[in-house]
């Protein structure tokens, strides 16, 4: 049972334009969730967080949203550039006996488009 | 680069076999966690450990096993190989977290398994 979909593979996106991830959730016990970005050959980087109790969280062009009534958030970013090309993963983080476990989605695979 | 070390960087064997995957954290983490990555899915946690502990355990199967040494490196042990443990594996490290926000994760190249 996948608690964390990513439900478009794949997004192409002009370059300067707004590129909009999307990740959906069931699971109302996460109380943090995170995107992460992932170029080939190397492990996926953090990007930005969110917790549970806010709505919006915004670092430079880079903001992610949160609405906890559809269990659905996205990640927006603000003017898309052809080095923001990677897949982009969607995280949940789910207290557990004294430590985190995250939960990621499938993946998007954003492409830019100079 | 994240600073985590993940050797080797691919990994050929035949099924029935038994490979050992190794995790050097970044300096100053405590806590290291296994992620496998199998063809057209997310990344599915497999463990945590913490100073040499066991602390949280995810879609491990009984085949594959791991353990922190006392300089903190990790070592992912998967033995009885199939043909669907062909994936790559992640390792990531953090700080542990503090009480409040989870950490953030660091994560290692990943290390390519092909079971044939």
């Known amino acids: ?114 | 680069d994240s600073g985590v070390t993940q050797t080797p960087k691919h990994l050929i064997t035949a099924t029935g076999q038994r490979v050992t995957l190794r995790c050097s954290p970044r300096s100053g983490d405590l806590s290291v966690y296994w992620y496998q990555q199998s063809l057209d899915q997310g990344l599915q946690f497999l463990i945590q450990y913490y100073n040499g502990e066991e602390r949280a355990k995810g879609n491990i199967l009984e085949r594959f096993s791991a353990q922190q040494f006392p300089d903190l490196h990790s070592e992912l042990n998967l033995s009885s190989l199939e043909l669907g443990d062909s994936a790559l594996y992640f390792c990531a490290s953090s700080n542990f977290f503090s009480g409040g926000a989870p950490d953030t994760q660091y994560f290692g190249p990943g290390t390519r398994l092909t079971v044939l």
């Open chain 1, 1 to 114: 049972d996948q608690q964390v979909k990513q439900n478009s593979p794949s997004l192409s996106v002009q370059e300067g334009r707004i590129s909009i991830l999307n990740c959906d959730y069931t699971n109302s016990m996460f109380d943090y969730f995170l995107w992460y970005k992932k170029y080939p050959a190397e492990g996926p980087t953090f990007l930005i967080s969110i917790s549970s109790i806010k709505d919006k969280n915004e670092d430079g062009r880079f903001t992610v949203f949160l609405n906890k009534s559809a269990k659905h958030l996205s990640l927006h970013i603000v003017p898309s550039q052809p080095g923001d090309s990677a897949v982009y993963f969607c995280a949940a983080s789910q207290p557990t006996s004294g430590t985190y476990k995250y939960i990621f989605g499938t993946g998007t695979r954003l492409k830019v488009l100079a």
